[in-house]
Every structure is written in structure tokens, then in C-alpha cells.
């Protein structure tokens, strides 16, 4: 599945479980965000991965701490930009198999 079409699917996933979508493809020269929403009292950045097939192991498990960082970055760049008073948190969708499921708080900030 291109990144595109997963992207689309999780979007329209994510709005069925109440989220509001937005920003979509937030870039900057850091890094990108595939999809910004509100859940709730939470402002989300949410990572889509997808696999069309899990013989080299799941989606879910391609989100490496690099690839953790760039979205932290990526995060920051946009909350300069755009301040909120809502608490921050981070999902991952993971889509394999004609399978969705989703992470909340999949990952946070860490100390360096």
C-alpha cells in the first residue's frame, strides 16, 4: 500500500474513533508528520506506518527511536508555529494485512 493510500485510510480510521484531523503531511526541513488531530483534550501527532505483508515483521515496529526523534522535532518546529495549552501526545497507526490498529501514547519525549 503507498504511503498516500495508508495515510487516507488512517485518516478516515481516526475520524471514526472521534478524532479531529488537523493537518495532514505537516513538513518542515526536519522531518513530517503524516496526520495532526485533536482527540479529545490531546493534541495528537500520529505516525502511519503500513506493510503489505509482515514477513519482515510489523509496521508497528519500524517507528526506531530516529525515527521517534525526527517526529519530536518535527512536533516542536510546529507548536512554535502554532502554541496550544493541550497536553501533547503521540500515536502510531500501523496498518498490515487489512488491519488497523492503533497506538495511543505509542511514545513521549525522553531525557537525552
Keep these: ?13 481516526l475520524r471514526q474513533q472521534g478524532y479531529e484531523i488537523i493537518a495532514e503531511r505537516y513538513r518542515w526541513r526536519g522531518g513530517e508528520i503524516d496526520l495532526i488531530a485533536r482527540d479529545g483534550n490531546f493534541l495528537v501527532f500520529i505516525e502511519v506506518r ?5 514477513l519482515f515483521g510489523l509496521p508497528e515496529e519500524t517507528v526506531t527511536l530516529r525515527k521517534q526523534r525526527k517526529i519530536l522535532l518535527t512536533a516542536q518546529h510546529y507548536l512554535a508555529r502554532h502554541p496550544t495549552p493541550l497536553p501533547v501526545r503521540f500515536d502510531v497507526v500501523a496498518i ?15 531525557e537525552t
Excluded: N, V
Excluded at 1 to 13: N, Q, S
Excluded at 96 to 110: M, N, P, T, V
Design 1 to 13: 500500500m503507498r504511503g498516500e493510500d495508508a495515510e487516507r485510510l488512517a485518516r478516515d480510521f
Design 50 to 54: 503500513s506493510r503489505s505483508r509482515e
Design 96 to 110: 498490515s494485512g487489512g488491519h488497523l490498529r492503533l497506538y495511543k501514547d505509542a511514545f513521549q519525549e525522553r
